[in-house]
């Protein structure tokens, strides 16, 4: 199957702007969906069908992406956004649905 | 309150079976597409499997095709997870969520935990 590509780690300061990147060719086909995950809890939809938020998510969660890759933007990063970070889409084969590996956020 | 609720996890040898169960409440569970979806300590998010919402399709991961089947009880509002042949390498906190329709899994549980071991 399909893979999805993030950075393991990423750092950002309290009240700065960081960008999580995911990468893959099924991107091409089938939209991104972000989610975030806290120690000990269920994931949580943040972004879905590449730029949309839920109800109920903070506006500083924003998405986008072009090509074989895929964004998550938090704007004015809190120290609650401190979180492991997935993407995931559907493959190409419409079989099977992938997670890239996450990316641990730090808020320093 | 829309919630989904695993269980039937546990310590099961290798080689072993288990069958994992998803309650579902507040919210029509037979309109909706539904995923399991595992993480191993200290691992990332890995989907497993897939049933949609008539239970006429059903799709596996390749790392479980064979092994682990998906059904459901529209009646109940229940999902299943029947798992066969268990290996060292399944043992993880499983999940149910659901399929928003927009392809996004905007419901998850708090899964239950499957140690595989002797």
């Known amino acids: 199957s399909s893979m999805l590509t993030q950075d393991p780690a990423v750092s950002v300061a309290l009240g700065q702007t960081v960008r999580i990147t995911c990468q893959g060719d099924?991107?091409?086909?089938?939209?991104a969906h972000w989610y975030q995950q806290k120690p000990g809890q269920a994931p949580i939809l943040l972004i879905y069908?590449?730029?949309n938020r839920p109800s109920g998510i903070p506006d500083r969660f924003s998405g986008s992406g072009s090509g074989n890759t895929a964004s998550l933007t938090i704007t004015g990063a809190q120290a609650e956004d401190e979180a492991d970070y997935y993407c995931?889409?559907?493959?190409?084969?419409?079989?099977?649905?992938?997670f890239g590996g996450g990316t641990k956020l730090t808020v320093l | 309150q829309v919630q989904l609720v695993e269980s039937g996890g546990g310590v099961v040898q290798p080689g072993g079976s288990l069958r994992l169960s998803c309650a579902a409440s507040?919210?029509?569970?037979?309109?909706?597409?539904m995923h399991w979806v595992r993480q191993a300590p200290g691992k990332g998010l890995e989907w497993v499997a897939f049933?949609?919402?008539?239970?006429?399709?059903?799709y596996f991961a390749d790392s479980v095709k064979g092994r682990f089947t998906i059904s459901r009880d529209n009646s109940k509002n229940t999902l299943y997870l029947q798992m066969n042949s268990l290996r060292a390498e399944d043992t993880a906190v499983y999940s149910c969520?659901?399929?928003?329709?927009?392809?996004?899994?905007?419901?998850w549980g708090q899964g239950t935990l499957v140690t595989v071991s002797s």
């Open positions: 049933i949609q919402y008539d239970g006429s399709s059903k």
């Open positions: 099924i991107l091409r086909s089938y939209y």
């Open positions: 069908v590449k730029d």
């Open positions: 995931h889409s559907r493959d190409t084969d419409g079989n099977h649905w992938v």
């Open positions: 507040g919210f029509s569970f037979s309109s909706y597409d």
């Open positions: 969520a659901r399929d928003s329709t927009r392809g996004a899994f905007d419901i």
